[in-house]
């Protein structure tokens, strides 16, 4: 079946450091992947996607992602993070042809001031 | 433009009762989906309609979770006897074209 592996749970940095959060899918077919982040209070939104193209794809505040096709994996990267970058992110998978999106357990992030 | 709203956004019930949660997408999609969140655990599907159809339910719990979109625009799932494992945050989503879906603030729900 297919899954989705986020290897760190709980990441914890201090502001201005380098973030790489790990996201390994199991699934070996053509793949739209996504990241989403949950601000605390705050509902579920889109980091960034990617469908096709340019494997490294940039998101909204500063966030990047790249595309590894041979290691199936699509790690979500900031060069130096902000303590508004404490949430919760998830990656999630979605088989090209279905609708059905499948999401990571989760990395909570938190940064300290 | 307005997001996809929810109701309530909290709700605590005793184990064997009944419960249900409400669900506006976003104007216009025409493909709805209700997830389970269960607290350190991503979202799961339970159902995905598409206009009023069901398009996915393989994950949904039959025998107590129902859910519908009569007129294609907005849902309810119901939980009915509710058990203690049905504590959990329940997303609805909203999508236009199938690949990107918004998600609403979430209905927390407790069962004791």
């Known amino acids: 079946a297919q899954s989705v592996s986020q290897h760190n749970h709980h990441v914890i940095l201090s502001e201005a450091a380098s973030l790489e959060l790990g996201c390994n899918y199991s699934y070996g077919g053509t793949v739209n992947l996504f990241w989403y982040v949950q601000y605390p209070g705050q509902h579920l939104q889109l980091l960034l996607k990617y469908f096709s193209g340019d494997p490294l794809v940039k998101g909204i505040k500063g966030f990047e992602a790249e595309f590894i096709k041979s290691k199936f994996s699509f790690n979500l990267r900031k060069p130096s993070v902000q303590w508004s970058d404490t949430a919760e992110y998830f990656c999630a998978v979605k088989v090209q042809g279905a609708q059905k999106l499948v999401f990571g357990q989760g990395t909570r992030l938190t940064i300290n001031p | 433009e307005a997001g996809v709203a929810q109701s309530p956004r909290y709700k605590i019930i005793e184990k064997r009762q009944s419960v249900a949660f409400w669900c506006n997408p976003i104007?216009?999609?025409?493909?709805l989906y209700w997830y389970q969140q269960i607290l350190g655990q991503g979202p799961k599907l339970l159902i995905q309609f598409q206009n009023n159809g069901v398009v996915d339910d393989s994950q949904l719990p039959k025998d107590r979770f129902s859910a519908e979109r009569l007129k294609g625009v907005d849902s309810t799932l119901k939980i009915q006897p509710a058990k203690l494992e049905d504590s959990a945050v329940y997303l609805c989503?909203?999508?236009?074209?199938?690949?990107?879906?918004?998600f609403g603030p979430g209905t927390r729900l407790t069962v004791t």
């Open positions: 104007s216009g999609h025409a493909t």
């Open positions: 989503a909203s999508s236009m074209t199938g690949y990107e879906q918004y």
